[in-house]
């Protein structure tokens, strides 16, 4: 187990690495780490307030099968289907005679399904963290989508019902009777998105993300949905492309509507979006600074597989195995340093401001801003022997 980064975050892992053998999965809040041994257990460092120290719950932590994470806590599901809280909001959620079914997070609350279907919640009350104003209602639920602030659960009839801040989607009163035959819900910070089973899409929480009747008009045949912090972009059956929320996080795509046919993956940063089209170009939109203008390198963007997108920047695979990067270039979206290192790459990987790329040799390339992880010179040696 190797880590680097800022030490009050989290990269630094002297205290406890003698413990850390046999490490199955990693997880992190926005200060500390959290890894699952091979035999069940978890270690824990870096921030304690972030969740970084365990020892309240220590003895909880046995036969652990994965981790989920809010900014500032820690859940870990345990073999026997219950949960342990620990970090800020370290409460319960726990009934002995249910089986957890689904556990979602947003930055401050956790809320549970259980196998009978019903929801139990922690953490901060004002993000969700209390149910009981639906509590009737989260009956046959079938899964649970958050914003920010606020959770949406999809049932079994094909209803919503939501709670949580109000103007972060938390109350959905206003479309309650549109909300029928509901496929999937999507989520930006503060606002959701439901496709209904005619391809069209309701959206409800704050109003400056919610679809306009003008844009509503355009919203049919909608296969897909990627939402960044502020902004939905929807892809159709046709292969276009409909855009809104926040027209600086790519919520206004006009500018390059005539470039949006025959779309077939959409990626976000917090604020940008980027298209992969039918003949491997791309095609962006949003935050200039968060990768929304590819100008730059917009020669070089053909024949891309791939794209992995985090905060501040976007990278591409392209058929050749090479990468292309461009954003905010003090956070990954400038790869120039390490460029010639970028062959053979069959995985990328992402923090909140660095990429790491695995070659077909096993090697690991990582560039961005140190404190995230983009500068792995240190342990290098030690990664290469993995």
């Known amino acids: 187990m190797v880590t680097w980064g800022h030490r009050n975050f989290g990269g630094d892992s002297s205290k406890v690495q003698e413990k850390l053998k046999n490490v199955q999965e990693i997880y992190a809040t926005q200060a500390a780490f959290a890894a699952i041994l091979v035999d069940g257990s978890v270690v824990t460092w870096g921030d304690p307030g972030f969740g970084g120290e365990s020892i309240r719950v220590r003895d909880k932590l046995r036969n652990v099968q994965r981790i989920c994470a809010t900014e500032s806590s820690f859940a870990a599901i345990l073999a026997d289907e219950s949960v342990v809280i620990w970090g800020a909001n370290g409460s319960k959620v726990r009934d002995p005679t249910k089986k957890i079914k689904q556990i979602c997070e947003n930055t401050e609350a956790f809320a549970v399904v259980f196998s009978d279907g019903s929801v139990g919640t922690s953490g901060?009350?004002?993000?969700?963290?209390?149910?009981?104003?639906?509590?009737?209602?989260?009956?046959?639920?079938?899964?649970?989508?958050?914003?920010?602030?606020?959770?949406?659960?999809?049932?079994?009839?094909?209803?919503?019902?939501?709670?949580?801040?109000?103007?972060s989607g938390g109350d959905s009163t206003r479309v309650r009777d549109q909300l029928n035959n509901v496929q999937e819900i999507y989520a930006t910070g503060s606002a959701f998105a439901a496709i209904?089973?005619?391809?069209?899409?309701?959206?409800?929480?704050?109003?400056?993300?919610?679809?306009?009747?003008?844009?509503?008009?355009?919203?049919?045949?909608?296969?897909?949905i990627c939402e960044n912090q502020n902004a939905f972009a929807a892809m159709t059956s046709d292969g276009r492309v409909v855009a809104w929320g926040d027209p600086n996080f790519g919520g206004d795509s006009t500018a390059v509507k005539d470039q949006l046919r025959n779309v077939q993956q959409i990626h976000a940063t917090e604020r940008a979006f980027a298209a992969i089209l039918s003949d491997g170009s791309v095609v962006t939109w949003g935050d200039p600074d968060f990768g929304g203008d590819s100008a730059g390198v917009q020669d070089k963007l053909k024949n891309v597989q791939q794209i992995c997108a985090k905060y501040f920047s976007f990278a591409a695979i392209l058929e050749d195995r090479t990468v292309v990067t461009w954003g905010d270039p003090k956070y990954c979206g400038d790869s120039s340093k390490v460029q010639d290192q970028l062959r053979n790459v069959q995985q990328l990987q992402a923090t909140r401001g660095s990429f790491a790329a695995i070659t077909a040799h096993g090697t690991v390339v990582t560039w961005g801003n140190p404190n995230f992880g983009g500068d792995c010179a240190g342990v290098q040696d030690e990664l290469n022997r993995l």
């Open 124 to 167: 901060h009350q004002y993000f969700g963290g209390d149910n009981s104003r639906v509590r009737d209602k989260l009956k046959n639920v079938q899964k649970l989508h958050a914003t920010n602030r606020a959770f949406a659960a999809l049932l079994a009839d094909g209803t919503v019902a939501t709670w949580g801040d109000p103007n």
């Open 196 to 224: 209904l089973a005619d391809g069209s899409v309701v959206s409800w929480g704050n109003p400056m993300f919610v679809a306009n009747s003008e844009v509503g008009d355009q919203l049919k045949n909608v296969q897909h």
